[in-house]
């Protein structure tokens, strides 16, 4: 699993294809971080559009 800062505003969640993908970025929430700073890479970019998280 890796985390990634993409830039000052932003997360990025890959790593592990395991399902814990989702944990992570459900502990970033509860720390406070907003859903739109996450950014879920595991996910292909057009699929992305369609959650709660960043797209890019």
Known sequence: MSRKVKN???IAV???RD???Y???NELI???IP???I???F???DIRQYTEFAVT
Do not use: H, S, Y
């Open 19 to 21: 399902g814990t993908e």
């Open 43 to 45: 996910q292909p970019a």
């Open 39 to 41: 950014v879920l890479a």
């Open 8 to 10: 000052r505003d932003q």
């Open 14 to 16: 890959d790593g592990f």
């Open 30 to 32: 509860n720390a406070g």
């Open 35 to 37: 859903k739109n700073q």
């Open 23 to 25: 944990g992570i970025a």
